[in-house]
C-alpha cells in the first residue's frame, strides 16, 4: 500500500482540499477556504500545513473568531449549502468564541467546519496555557462548549483517528437533513504528530448532495388534501432556496394559484410581483398574508421550522378544521404542528406534487380575494417608504422605512442585502420588496447581533461583482465591527449601512410594550436619579468605521442618503453609509406587528404600565392553540 508521510494537520488540509459536492450534475469545492487566527494551539499545527498548501487551500485571516463563523455562514448560505469555509483557532478564548457562531450555523441549517486547537492528548503538563481543568473529568476541555451546538464533534486524540473523523465530517456537511457546524477537536500535539497515510484518503472524492424522492404514499395524501382544501395557503421556508425549488414553487402556484407566504428565511421564493406572492406572515408579516393564515383550511409548509415568529406563537392558524401538511427533508420538522408528512427534498417534493395536482385551481373568488387584499398592502408599503416627505428634503431626517425607501428604489435584482437583529428584520419583512430568489439575507432563526458585517464578507466572496448590502443599527455595530478591517484587507466593496438611534431602539420599544418601560435600553448617561436618561451619549460610529479603514459618507436628510446609497452602490472599495434616524422611540410609518409574539409579561406587578401590559398579555393568551 502506497503512502505519504505527513502530519495530521497537513494530512487534513490536503485531504479537504479535494473534497467536492455535486448536486444535479453540477460540480464544486466543498471546502474552499479556511479562516484562521492563530496562537499557540493550532499555528505549529494547520497553519504549518496552510503554509505548505497555499496553492490548495486559500487563507482568509480574520480578527474574530466567532465573525470568521459568521462570515463561513454568509458564504454556505450564498452558494446553496454546497460549498463552505473551515475555520481554525488556538484553544482556550479562541475556541469559546466559536460557540455562538456555531450555534447560529446549527441552528439555521448552514455548514462550516469548525477547527479548534485542544489541550495536549499526551499531557505533559497540566495545567497548560488556557487550559479548563475539570477535577472530575480529565477528558473534558472547553471545546466540549462545541458539542450541544454542533451537529457532528469528534476529538482527533490520534493520528489514525483523523480518516474516519474527516470522512464524517464531510457527510454530516453535505447531508441536506442534517448539516450545520461540524467540529473536529484537535490537541495541540497532535496536530504536529506525522503518521503514514494511505494515498486513497488523499483521492478526489466526490459527495453528491441527494435529492430525496417523496414516498408514493405521503404523495398521494399530499395531493388529496390539496385537492379537498376551500382554502389553501402554502408557506415557503428556508428550505426552498437550499433545494433551488424557486421556479418549481412559481409553476406551481401559477398553475393553482395557491397562494404562497413565507418565512424570513424563506422570503424571496417568489419575487414580490408574483400573483400568488403575498409577502411575509407571523408576527413580522403582512396583513395580507397573517389573514390568510387565519381563515386557512390547509396550511402547506415547505422548507420550514415553523418558529413562534411565523406561527404567531401558535395564534394564527385559527380556523376550527385546519390541517397542515410538511414538506421537508427532515422528518423532524416535517411532522411539527402534527402535520401530514412529505418527506423529500423540496424541489422534488413539489415537482410530484405539481403533477399529481395538473387541472386544479383554487375558486377565482379566493384569487380575487388575496389579489384585492395584496394591492391594498402595496399601498400601505409605499406610505411607509415616503412617510413624512415634505418638498425641502434638505431639512428632513430620514425614518427607518424612509431608508428602505431610498434603498429600494435604487436595486436591482443583482443586489444582496443582509440584516439579522433589531427591529428591521421586521422592517424588511413586511416591506421589502424582493426581486431576486437570493436577495433577501435575513439571519431570523438566532438573529445574531453582529452577523451582518462579517456575513456580507462570506456573501461577496461567493458572489462577487454583485453589490452586497450588510445593514445594522448601531447596537449590532458595536458588536462586532471588527472584520470591517478584513474588507479593507481583502478590497472587498462591501456597502454597510450604519442607522444611528442611540441605543436598542427595537428591544426598546418591545420593554415598553411588555411594561419594562425602555429600561437599560437607550445609550444616554446617567440622570441624577441614576437612570440612563440623561443627553445621548457622544459616540461618532462613522469616525469609527473610518479608523478601520473605511470610506465613510454622511447622510444628514433624505436627499443625502438617497445621494450616499447611489455613490456607495458605485463604489469599488469598502464603503459606509452613515445615518442619523429620526428617532430611537419610534420607527415612523411602518405598520404595526399583525400578529402576536409571545413574551411573557410580569404576573405581579407595582407599575401601572406592567399590570396593563399583562392584562393585554392574558387577552391574546387566550387565541394559543395546540394543533393536533
Known sequence: MSTRRLTVAQALIS?????????????????????????????????????????DMAYLQGRNEQAMVHAAVGYARQSNRLSAHAVTTSIG??????????????????????????TFATRPAEPVLQQLEVPSAGDVSVNDALRPVSKYFDRVTRPEALIPAALAAMRVLTDPAETGAVTLALPQDVQTEAYDWPEEFFAERIWRVRRQPPDPYELAEAVRLVRTARRPLLVAGGGVHHSAAEETLAALAGATGIPVASTQAGKGSLPYDHPCDVGGIGHTGTATADELARTADLVIGVGTRWSDFSTASATLFSHPAVRFLNLNVTGFDAHKLAARPLVADARTALEGLAAGLAGHQVAPEYVAEYTGDKERWEYRVEAAFTADEVDDEDLVRPTQAQFLGALDALVTDEDIVINAAGSLPGDLHKLWRTRARDQYHVEYGYSCMGYEIPAAIGVQLAAPGRPVWALVGDGTYLMNPTEIVTAVQERLPLKVVILQNHGYASIGGLSESVGAERFGTAYRFRAADGSYTGAPLPIDLAANAASLGMRVIRAKTIRDLREALAEARAADAPTCVYVETETADTVSGVPPAQAWWDVPVAEAAGRASAVKAREEYDRHVTARRRHL
Open 93 to 118: 478564548p479562541g475556541a469559546t468564541n466559536l460557540v455562538t457562531g456555531a450555534a447560529l450555523a446549527t441552528i439555521n441549517r448552514l455548514p462550516v467546519l469548525l477547527l479548534p486547537g485542544d
Open 15 to 55: 485531504f479537504l482540499s479535494r473534497q467536492y459536492t455535486e448536486r444535479d450534475g453540477r460540480r464544486q469545492r466543498l471546502i474552499n477556504a479556511t479562516w484562521g487566527i492563530f496562537g499557540h494551539g493550532n499555528v505549529a499545527g494547520i497553519g504549518q500545513a496552510l503554509v505548505e498548501s497555499r496553492a
